[in-house]
């Protein structure tokens, strides 16, 4: 059975796959933010999470050119933690890149339900599942050329969005209500702020997922960081800057509690008829296009490397003769597509589901984020003569903001959302039965040299 994956991809495709998977995040998401820390609230809180990510992605880059594997923070944290590290990152990845996709694909039927009422988004999401996943098997060069185009038109429909809106913007708008939540040692709205950061998180997360990209690209010592790099400053910059403009285009609280926010927001300026309205919804797919494609690629090459490691049943691994882990794309599609219906469950934590969704994925990034970052710090104590072509700016102080950051993140995300956190809990739980039952199965499974390496 064939196990290895071909370097094809090269830095343009890795920026795309970066910038990307994040896209969809600047389109929808984070204006429920707005709803609990109004947007000053929650312009601090995307301040503190660009600083995180940031620091994190300079600090994520050395391991990701160190260890260029397709699981990604499994591998790094595996070869400095051991198997137990390893499950812990891989899981926590998993769930971030499984259940962020069905809340893209409902925010994609929102959009396609501006110009067709009728339609169902629910089905216009099962339907975007259906295509993709198969657009994801037929092969990575194709779907990273897909990515690429798709990605650039996204950005340049923001920067179109952000041009058609400035001559309305009013910072007397974006200002107004501009703090919730309650105060605390009389500052105002503190708890708003805490309680908004899964919402300022899906400014930017998956970024990292670039990085199960690794073992397909083609010099990746040279042009992963180029992409990371050049991939989180391309985010920042839009992510303040839509942020900003659709906040003062009108009445932003009629925007905090939808999946369109940026038609909405650009009707306020041009009115509904407005030829512009109508690119943005067309157009404008494209963002959530791109970052769902992306997140399939990402989530397929979390559970092709853990099955071949032996944590997950072998048969994922298996690669297609297009050389893509099919049975990993398709496994990945049933939970996403079973997610979109779960309705009964989401009414249970009191948000919608498109909230609770983004909310899980969060859980796992923010414990992957941790893992990574001890796997850095701990890589540098045991294994000081791993190759190293890219080394963390500022270690130690950058990556230990980024893990400070990111505990104060988990923290938080605990306090506010205790349900979610039992139910993301409950999840590893699961995960950590199985992989007490399969010991021979890890045991039988291929040698990694970048998974065990020399301190191990």
Not at 341 to 353: A, E, K, V, Y
Request: proline letters at 5%; glycine letters at 10%; charged letters at 10%.
């Amino acid at each position: 059975m064939t196990t290895t994956l071909k370097p094809t991809l090269g830095t343009l495709h890795l920026w795309g796959i970066a910038v990307g998977l994040v896209i969809s995040g600047e389109y929808f998401g984070w204006s429920y933010g707005w709803g609990v820390a109004g947007t000053l609230g929650f312009l601090v809180t995307t301040l503190l999470i660009a600083t995180m990510y940031t620091c994190f992605i300079f600090s994520f880059t050395e391991l990701t050119t160190a260890i260029p594997h397709a699981g990604g923070p499994f591998a790094y944290s595996r070869r400095a933690f051991g198997e137990t590290g390893g499950l812990i990152a891989g899981l926590a990845t998993l769930i971030e890149f499984v259940f962020a996709p069905p809340a893209i694909a409902m925010a994609i039927g929102a959009y396609l339900n501006v110009q067709y009422p009728a339609l169902n988004p629910k089905y216009a999401a099962v339907g975007a599942y259906v295509i993709f996943m198969t657009l994801n098997i037929l092969g990575v060069k194709l779907a990273a050329m897909f990515e690429l185009v798709v990605t650039v038109l996204a950005v340049l429909e923001l920067l179109v969005f952000m041009g058609v809106v400035s001559p309305g913007f009013s910072l007397a708008n974006f200002a107004a209500h501009g703090w919730a939540g309650s105060d605390i040692f009389g500052l105002p709205a503190v708890s708003g702020i805490f309680a908004a950061i899964p919402f300022a998180i899906w400014f930017f997360l998956a970024i990292e997922g670039a990085a199960m990209a690794a073992e397909e690209a083609k010099d990746p010592t040279r042009t992963i960081p180029k992409a990371y790099i050049s991939g989180i400053l391309t985010l920042v910059v839009l992510a303040i800057g839509v942020m900003l403009l659709a906040g003062g285009a009108g009445d932003w609280r009629s925007l905090s509690d939808i999946n369109d926010p940026l038609p909405q927001a650009m009707k306020m300026i041009v009115g509904a008829h407005s030829n512009w309205m109508h690119m943005l919804v067309w157009i404008g797919l494209f963002g959530l296009i791109a970052s769902f494609h992306g997140i399939i690629l990402g989530y397929s090459r979390q559970f092709f490397a853990l099955a071949r490691a032996g944590y997950l049943p072998p048969a994922l691994a298996k690669l297609s003769r297009f050389q893509t882990p099919h049975r990993a794309i398709i496994a990945g599609g049933v939970i996403g597509i079973a997610a979109i219906f779960s309705d009964g469950w989401i009414n249970l934590q009191g948000m919608s589901l498109t909230a609770a969704m983004i909310t899980m994925a969060v859980f796992g990034a923010i414990v992957m984020y941790i893992m990574s970052m001890l796997s850095l710090f701990r890589l540098r104590r045991i294994a000081p003569d791993l190759p190293r072509s890219f080394r963390a700016p500022g270690y130690p102080i950058v990556p230990a903001i980024a893990l400070g950051l990111a505990v104060i993140c988990l923290l938080a995300m605990l306090w506010f959302n205790a349900l979610i956190g039992a139910v993301f809990v409950g999840f590893m739980l699961v995960g950590y039965g199985y992989f007490l039952l399969t010991h021979r199965q890890r045991a039988n499974a291929p040698q990694d040299r970048l998974l065990q390496g020399d301190n191990l």
